[in-house]
């Protein structure tokens, strides 16, 4: 029965981006049907790299928004909202830290 219900439930493992490893949020699926995250394809196109790292096919010049899966998005958004937070609060950090500088730490607000 376990392996039954293991089939059906979605398995985190399975929406993965092969590159960070983390939950594929923002999901771009490529000509060749690989998917990753957004922010790892903009990471690769800012290097130049044009190549899939999974098949080798040039595609990754290619991509734009209407690559983006917004169904896979919503599945994401419904069936891992911890790990797609956590992943958004991540790019949010990332994307800080290259406008503002390695030095950027993240600091809470607070109301006096």
Not at 36 to 63: H, Q, W
Not at 70 to 94: G, I, M, S, W
């Amino acid at each position: 029965m376990s392996t039954e219900l293991i089939s059906i439930v979605p398995q985190l493992d399975d929406y993965l981006c092969p590159i960070c490893f983390a939950i594929a949020y923002w999901p771009v699926r490529l000509q060749c049907q690989h998917v990753f995250c957004s922010r790892c394809l903009v990471k690769m196109s800012r290097k130049g790299e044009r190549y899939c790292p999974l098949c080798r096919a040039d595609t990754i010049i290619l991509a734009g928004l209407e690559n983006f899966d917004a169904d896979q998005a919503a599945f994401l958004r419904k069936y891992f909202p911890k790990e797609v937070k956590e992943k958004v609060r991540a790019n949010e950090r990332e994307r800080n830290q290259e406008i503002f500088g390695p030095s950027y730490k993240s600091v809470h607000c607070c109301i006096m």
